[in-house]
């Protein structure tokens, strides 16, 4: 059984997902250490783009979800989404980057009243 409604179409079900995803990340720490390992992967593949080096691409994989998992295993105590939903955690993951990036992620916070535990 899904935490949250996994039917309709693909965006349908991404838009269901996110605020059991938030949920999910309701500590700041946990957000944080998303944001970092979303960033450092974004450098690995910038990096790979410019020098070609292969081997910047599992490095900036490991950063990413290594970051994320600290957040989750360490902080927040919880399995990550990714487990579960690999796309649609995948997706969402960017959706918070985004929302951190810009300032509006508490404004989803606030929305689906996920509170800091």
């Known amino acids: 059984m899904a935490d949250f409604d996994n039917t309709g179409s693909f965006r349908q079900r991404l838009n269901a997902f996110w605020p059991y995803y938030l949920g999910e990340h309701s500590k700041r720490v946990t957000r944080r250490w998303h944001f970092v390992g ?3 992967g974004l450098v690995c593949l910038a990096g790979f783009a410019v020098t070609l080096q292969w081997w910047l691409i599992p490095l900036g994989l490991a950063l990413g ?3 994320a998992w600290i957040g ?3 902080y927040e105590k919880n399995r990550p989404a990714t487990f579960r939903y690999p796309l649609l955690s ?3 993951d960017w959706r918070m980057f985004y929302g951190i990036l810009t300032g ?3 404004r989803d916070l606030e ?3 996920i509170q800091e535990k």
């Open 104 to 106: 509006r992620i508490n």
């Open 72 to 74: 989750h295993f360490v």
């Open 65 to 67: 979800y290594g970051c």
């Open 90 to 92: 995948f997706l969402s």
């Open 38 to 40: 979303s960033l450092l």
């Open 111 to 113: 929305r689906y009243n």
